[in-house]
Structures are given as C-alpha cells and as structure tokens.
C-alpha cells in the first residue's frame, strides 16, 4: 500500500518495532493465538438471515453525476489514490459491495446519479429497510440546488420507509474552496436543507455534514464518523479508550480499523484534526516499512494481530501503535516522559485488549443465541409441532 498522505512524519526521529516476525498472516492461526476465535464486525451475521434486524448494515450513497461517490468508495476501501479518481469511469448500474475484509463488516450500495433510488423496480423497500446510514454526496465546487432538491426528496421518501436511518451529506470536493467559502457553503447548504424540511414539516429528520474530500484525511475522518453510528458497541469503547487514557497518561487514542484507516472509536476528549492525521500517517508509514521489510514469501497483509510500532516525534511526543487483534490497532499519542514507564502502558493495553474482546464476546453470544433459537424454531415448524400451528411464539419470543 502506498503512503499517500506522507507529510507530518518528517520529525519522526527513530522507528522501531514492526513486529514484522510474524508477518505471514495465517488467519486460522492467528485466531488461534488470539485466543479468540470469535469474528469481529459491525455485526456478525449470516447472509441468509431473513429479518432486517439480522442483515449486515448497509451504507447507500447517492448523489448526483460525477458528485465523486465512486471516488470516495475506492479511495477508503481500495486504495485507490486520489489522483486515479481522475480516470474512474461513471457509474452505469447500481453498484453494491461487501466490505469484509477488515473490521468493517458491512455493505456499500451505490446509486448512479441518473437513477432514481425509489423506482419501483429497485424495490426501494427492502433497500432501505436495511439502511444503516443514507449517504448523500453533494458537489461543492458545481451548482448544488438542483442536488439539494434531489436530496430532500430522498430523504424524506427514505425517512417514510425507515426513520431509524442515519442521515449524512458529504458537503464534497472542498479542497477546490478557499477556508471563507468553504465556511459560506457549508452555512448556505445547511439553512437551506432545514428550511426544506420546515416547509415539508419533517424537521424531525436529522442530518449531519461533513465537509470532504479525498486529497486529505477529511474523507476518512467523515467516514469514520458515519461508521460509528452503526457500531452498537461505541459507548462501551469510548468508556474503555478514557480508561486506557486516564490509567496510562496517554493524551489521545483512536482504535482504527487498519486496513482502511476509519477510526471506529476514539476517547471522549475532541478529535483535533492534526493528531488524526499524524496517526492516520503512522498506520501508512507502519504498513509501508512492514511491506518493504517484512516477509516475502507471498503476498499477505502487511500487519498481523502482533504488529506495533513506535515513533518519536520532534514535539518530545511519542506515537504508538499497537494491534488489537488482526484488524483492530490501537495507535495513540503520549508526551515523552509519560512513555518512560513501557511496562505500566503494556499491562494497560493488555487489560485493554482482554476488554476489547470480551466486549466483542457478549455481542457474538447474543447473536449465536439467537441464531440458536431460530433453529429451533426452524425445527418445531418443520416437524408440524402443533405449538407452533396453534401460533404459540416461538421459544425465544417466550423464555
Ligand atoms: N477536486 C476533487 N475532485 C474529486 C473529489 N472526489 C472526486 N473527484 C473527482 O470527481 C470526478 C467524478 O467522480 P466520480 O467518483 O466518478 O463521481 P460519481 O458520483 O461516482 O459519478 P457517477 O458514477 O457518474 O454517478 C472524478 O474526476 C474525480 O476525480 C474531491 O474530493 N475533490
């Protein structure tokens, strides 16, 4: 993977570290050493489950022609670099893919600009039942009413079909505005946007922006954010990265899903933007070294459930990165002399790692459970039970 935001690092003065002795990664085996050999994920379900409640959750992006939503969905999953954007073609069809391969398990489904969402034939029900977070892509740099018209529209129309989705708009391709317009634009589009839904009477729709782009962290940062609204276990996170703080005298820590760089949660205290590019640099300087040195046996991930790494700034601070387990890296930022005492950091981030687990461990509990009770379901219907053709509920319904 290249390094594409390399500035910021420079004061690095030593690196160290790259657990790169294990960098075959042998995902059997490391669930093995990992003691758990549980799946980590939004949500860990099966692909046949029938219930909304027991999809994967699901991001639609929408938008208008050339808005930048394929852009964006290449440069933070693929790793496309921004400049390759250039040359990506438009989108002719509806476009879904599976984000497995890292932390994040969920689904992106992409609407082409000319397309309508909510033509019937694209059966808008079920889409938008399993809609997690409804992403609407506007173009900064072009003519946004006919786009904010667009956009109210599917909103509203979504909200009717499922009020539990998130809304988000990526005010997009921000880079090409000057920091007074930029700040004008953002203003211009949010009173519109409230006053749309005031005259519409749906002021209980509630949208979030984000001001974007894919030439600097901004777009990870956005998506970041959208991402942790789906993540049920956020506040038990949040609660567990303070603790790990408070007891290691560590300033700020971000648990990131290393393979695409969104922080799935961070301390409670406020994300300055320069620190989150400092770590977001440390995962690519990380990976880069372990890629370059590592094992070259065969291609295989550059980092492994043991990778960490150390930096020490210029600034007498120091950055660390530690890998939770196989997606999950902890990279945090310490003044030096709180860096002194390695040993009460590493008992910390054990403890914290044990934590992480067992935060994971009850989620996969309950849906093993409850996997558990709708076989047995399954089984009753199955064999003609008269319980269940008396229309009894089903034994999880009743214990
Ligand atoms: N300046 C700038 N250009 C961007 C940004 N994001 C995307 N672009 C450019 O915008 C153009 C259109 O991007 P696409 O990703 O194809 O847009 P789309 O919304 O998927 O378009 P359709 O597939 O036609 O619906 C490309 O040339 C991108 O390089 C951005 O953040 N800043």
Redesign the pocket.
């Known amino acids: 993977m290249a390094a594409s935001h390399g500035a910021g690092m420079m004061g690095a003065a030593a690196t160290s570290d790259y657990g790169s002795s294990n960098t075959s990664l042998d995902r059997a085996g490391d669930e093995q050493e990992d003691g758990s050999n549980f799946e980590y994920g939004l949500d860990d379900v099966d692909e046949d489950a029938s219930g909304p409640g027991d999809m994967k959750p699901t991001i639609v992006l929408m938008?208008q022609?050339?808005?930048?939503?394929?852009?964006i969905r290449k440069v933070v999953f693929q790793k496309m670099s921004p400049n390759e954007?250039?040359f990506?073609e438009?989108?002719a069809r509806v476009t879904s893919e599976s984000v497995t391969s890292s932390f994040i398990n969920f689904e992106t489904i992409e609407f082409?600009?000319q397309m309508s969402p909510f033509d019937a034939a694209l059966d808008p029900v079920s889409t938008f039942t399993r809609c997690g977070a409804l992403l609407f892509?506007l173009d900064a740099q072009d003519d946004y009413t006919e786009a904010l018209k667009r956009m109210h529209e599917y909103f509203v129309k979504a909200y009717r079909i499922n009020s539990n989705i998130k809304f988000e708009v990526f005010v997009?391709?921000v880079?090409?505005l000057g920091e007074d317009i930029k700040m004008d634009t953002q203003r211009d589009i949010f009173q519109r946007v409230q006053d749309d839904l005031a005259d519409a009477g749906m002021e209980q729709i509630h949208i979030n922006f984000h001001m974007?782009?894919?030439?600097d962290h901004s777009i990870f940062e956005a998506f970041s954010k959208v991402v942790q609204k789906l993540i049920r276990q956020l506040a038990a996170l949040e609660r567990l990265l303070d603790i790990f703080n408070q007891g290691s005298n560590v300033e700020k820590a971000f648990l990131f899903d290393v393979a695409s760089k969104i922080y799935v949660a961070t301390d409670t205290s406020p994300v300055d933007m320069a620190t989150y590019e400092l770590c977001c640099d440390m995962i690519d300087v990380t990976i880069d070294i372990s890629s370059i040195y590592g094992s070259r046996d065969e291609p295989v991930a550059p980092f492994d459930a043991n990778s960490s790494a150390v930096i020490r700034l210029s600034t007498q601070q120091v950055l660390f990165l530690r890998q939770v387990n196989r997606y999950l890296a902890l990279v945090c930022i310490v003044r030096a002399e709180n860096y002194e005492k390695q040993g009460l950091i590493d008992y910390n981030f054990q403890c914290f790692k044990r934590a992480i687990e067992k935060v994971f461990e009850v989620r996969k509990k309950m849906l093993l459970a409850g996997t558990r009770c709708k076989v047995d379901r399954l089984r009753l219907d199955d064999s003609g039970s008269s319980e269940s053709r008396q229309g009894l509920p089903p034994p999880a319904a009743r214990s």
């Open positions: 938008g022609k050339r808005s930048g939503k394929t852009s954007t250039l990506v438009s989108t082409p600009g892509v997009h391709k880079d090409g974007t782009s894919i030439y």
